[in-house]
């Protein structure tokens, strides 16, 4: 089998992000936001239960993948949802359900409270309200280990914060060596740091309310780097969300139980879109 050809857009800025459609033509769109330190291979067991019923866009933010990574840094998180944003006009994508993880959470967030009417819905995993001050603590240890150690040091400092335990143990080696893959090899680090540091500070709180769309909100009952008590405050801040908690689970559900989580998806977008009809 053939891979197809990276395919790129150009932003206003000059920047080029790297893209992927794929799915059912006609069918409505469906935009899956990475997490951070990731690309669009993330995605990879998610996408065969998905391109059946959606028309699906995966994407790597600037300093992800084979997208641009401009030498000044860092990238907020505001502006990685801004370049989306970018990407959806240039791609004449319209009405897209958010599908995200982690950082890709937080870029759905801002893009559901920026542009409350642009999307019909979000389904959400890990998605803190805040970066708070632990978890800048944990960030800039990361950044340290990946400047002192590169990818491989890097992952060992995080790992245990991402997985559930026997997920971790289970698929220990090859998630190293997807993380060197994804971060490492003759790629340029200042993209990855850039990642990590762009995330400090960042808060949305009091923009939640301006949220319209229905969205359900999933967080791994042994989530380590964003556990449930702090994503139910997320879900509290935004009204009529939903907000389950998984058994089992770390921090990266779409990845750990992609057929489960796709499963959700499919169960929640009829529910939503009820939701809207009889509102």
Not at 17 to 45: C, E, F, I, K
Not at 123 to 131: C, E, I, N, Y
Not at 172 to 196: C, E, S
Request: hydrophobic share 45%; aromatic share 8%; with cysteine.
């Amino acid at each position: 089998m053939v891979r197809p050809a990276p395919t790129f857009a150009t932003l206003p800025s000059g920047l080029k992000l790297h893209y992927r459609v794929q799915g059912t033509p006609g069918a409505p769109w469906m935009v899956l936001l990475n997490g951070l330190l990731s690309d669009t291979t993330m995605w990879a067991g998610v996408l065969p239960g998905l391109t059946d019923r959606f028309r699906i866009l995966t994407f790597d933010s600037r300093g992800q993948g084979k997208s641009d990574a401009p030498l000044e840094g860092p990238y907020p998180t505001a502006l990685l949802a801004s370049e989306a944003w970018e990407l959806f006009r240039a791609l004449k994508i319209t009405q897209p359900w958010l599908i995200g993880l982690s950082n890709g959470s937080a870029m759905s967030l801002e893009l559901l409270s920026t542009h409350p009417e642009a999307f019909p819905g979000a389904v959400l995993t890990s998605a803190m309200p805040h970066f708070d001050f632990a978890l800048s603590l944990k960030a800039e240890h990361w950044a340290h280990c990946l400047e002192v150690g590169g990818p491989l040091m890097q992952f060992d400092a995080v790992a245990p914060f991402l997985w559930g335990d026997r997920f971790l143990e289970a698929r220990h080696g090859v998630l190293r060596a997807y993380h060197q893959v994804v971060t490492g090899g003759d790629k340029p680090q200042h993209g990855n740091l850039h990642q990590i540091r762009g995330t400090q500070g960042w808060d949305i709180r009091d923009r939640l309310a301006r949220i319209q769309a229905p969205v359900l909100l999933l967080s791994g009952a042994e989530d380590l780097l964003t556990p449930p008590w702090k994503c139910l405050e997320t879900a509290k801040g935004i009204q009529g969300a939903r907000f389950e908690v998984v058994p089992g689970i770390g921090h990266a559900y779409p990845v750990e139980e992609p057929k489960a989580f796709v499963a959700r998806v499919r169960a929640f977008i009829p529910e939503a879109r009820k939701g809207l009809a009889d509102s």
